[in-house]
Every structure is written in C-alpha cells, then in structure tokens.
C-alpha cells in the first residue's frame, strides 16, 4: 500500500505545486496516475487528508537536507546557518504557488494545526543540534541552547512571513519574495551569532 501511496503523493504534488490545492480535483489526480477515481479514494476518502501528507512529504524531503547540512558542522557554525537558510529558500521557491496561490478559506476548512506544530518543532529541533554541536565545539558561546533555537526559528519564520503576507492575501505570487527573504534571514543570522561566536 505505501508504493501507492507514495505514488499518488508524487504525482498530487506535481499538480498542486503547478495548479494550487482549490483548482486540482481527485479526478485529475486519478487521470494522471491512470486509475479510478474510486481506486484513489480507497488511499485518500478527501481531498484534505492528501494534501496533508503532500505537505509532510515536502516538509520530510527538507528536514533530511537540512540534518544532512547540520552533519557537516566543522567550526563554522554562521556558514551552515546560512545553508540551512539557503536550502529553505530552494524549498520555497519550488513550491512558492503551492504556499500562496490558494483560497484561504477553503484551506482553513483542514485541521493542519498538529501537522503545522510538528513541522516547527522539527526546525526546532534541527537548530538545536546545530547549536549545539557549535557549543560543544568551543566555537559558540550560549547558555541556553533550547530558548536560542526556538527563538532563532520564530525569528526566521517571521521574517518569511513578512515578505509573504501580501501575497497570500492577494492570492497572487511574486517569487522575487523568496529572495527579500533569503537574504533577511542572513542578516538577521549573522547579527545573532557575531556576538556569540568565539573567534580567538
């Protein structure tokens, strides 16, 4: 079951990141993977349960890149900071209409609220280990390793929303965003960090 669910996951992403979630139907997505429409709802009843694991699909991919970037800590603790951001920020931009091209209120009808809470808490917790491994290093200096990351994560994640409101209340993209936002989140790193790191 789950090579078939991983397969009409594949393929509802590629539709919802050209289309957006409101103009996409099962039927499309039933088309497109050459099945019935009845053989999809056996995996999926609605469309809002798939769209929820779409967005965990999404939200694993990127948690794998950036603990992958996390392992490669070797001292400099701004330069990997600034990966985790750069990888978001490809993140982003390939899915950028997906996030923003879509009916408010009609998204608002699907309980993300548990699956939103865990995707934070996930970059929680890859800063975390990132801080971490910099303080065990003797590169960073921080007392309180647990505040610093959720903080640095709601500081990055206001940022994002900054440059993005617009946008979703219009509905209408401008991808050049993504970019006002890669390099906010840098400042706003290297402002963090320039105090803390120890350079002798």
């Given amino acids: ?8 996951i594949e393929v509802a992403l590629k539709r919802f990141s050209h289309f957006g979630f409101h103009k996409t139907t099962m039927n ?33 991919d990127l948690h794998e890149a950036e603990l ?6 070797n001292g400099d603790i701004l330069k990997v900071v600034n990966e985790v951001i750069e990888t978001r920020s490809r993140f982003m931009r390939k899915y950028y ?18 699956t939103m809470e865990k995707f934070y808490k996930r970059d929680v917790e890859v800063l975390k280990s990132l801080l971490n491994k910099a303080v065990e290093a003797g590169e960073l200096k921080m007392n309180n390793i ?42 706003s790193a290297k402002l963090i960090f320039d105090g803390k790191i120890n350079r002798n």
């Avoid at 992958?68 to 800590?73: F, H, M, N, P, R």
């Avoid at 209409?97 to 548990?114: C, H, R, V, Y």
Wanted: glycine share 2%; aromatic share 6%.
């Fill in 1 to 8: 079951m789950e090579n078939r669910k991983d397969q009409i």
């Fill in 28 to 60: 499309e997505i039933a088309d497109d993977l050459r099945i019935t429409k009845a053989n999809l709802y056996y995996y999926y009843p609605d469309k809002p349960s798939l769209i929820i694991d779409v967005l965990c699909k999404i939200a694993s």
């Fill in 68 to 73: 992958a970037i996390v392992e490669k800590y």
């Fill in 97 to 114: 209409l997906f996030q923003i091209n879509e009916n408010l209120d009609w998204i608002k009808g699907i309980d993300l609220t548990d």
């Fill in 146 to 187: 647990d505040e610093a990351a959720v903080c640095l994560t709601e500081i990055q994640k206001g940022i994002a929303l900054l440059h993005t409101v617009a946008d979703v209340i219009t509905g209408i993209p401008n991808d050049s965003n993504v970019d006002k936002i890669l390099e906010s989140q840098k400042r």
